[in-house]
């Protein structure tokens, strides 16, 4: 069976390791930056975006945070990374450690069959 025409999702896992200015700030500065420098440009800029944010700080050194982002489609995630390559978040605040792209149960819909979960639906 082809490849659906429709939309398809997408969810990009960003793993990003915090740098020596953003530890630098306090926590309400880094709230202030990310809500004032961050999030008004994404929304400028695209739509069909959502985010979800993990600490590992805790348990790895090489990766403070991984930051969830999930798209429409690929033009969406598209608008978003160049969104966040024009903010202090990329490579000033947070140095992008890895970015794993994909989209949720693929191929099922490639090859026209049931996803294989073992979430109750």
């Given at each position: ?8 999702p997408v ?5 990003v390791?915090?740098t020596?200015?953003?530890l630098?700030?306090?926590v309400?500065?880094r ?5 004032t ?7 400028s800029r695209?739509s069909?975006v959502?985010?979800?944010?993990y600490?590992t700080?805790?348990?790895s050194?090489?990766v403070t945070?991984?930051?969830v982002?999930?798209?429409?489609d690929h ?6 990374i160049?969104?966040?390559r024009?903010t202090?978040?990329w490579d000033?605040?947070f140095e992008v ?5 994909g989209?949720e149960?693929?191929?099922a819909?490639?090859?026209g069959?049931e996803?294989?979960?073992?979430i109750?639906t």
């Amino acid at each position: 069976m082809p490849v659906e025409a429709t939309k398809t999702p997408v969810t990009a896992f960003m793993l990003v390791k915090t740098t020596p200015e953003w530890l630098a700030l306090t926590v309400q500065e880094r709230v202030e930056a990310f809500t004032t420098q961050v999030v008004p440009t994404i929304k400028s800029r695209t739509s069909g975006v959502r985010s979800r944010f993990y600490d590992t700080e805790f348990y790895s050194t090489r990766v403070t945070d991984i930051w969830v982002w999930e798209a429409d489609d690929h033009a969406a995630y598209q608008l978003l990374i160049d969104a966040l390559r024009e903010t202090p978040f990329w490579d000033r605040y947070f140095e992008v450690v890895d970015l794993l792209v994909g989209t949720e149960n693929g191929y099922a819909r490639t090859y026209g069959v049931e996803p294989v979960t073992t979430i109750n639906t």
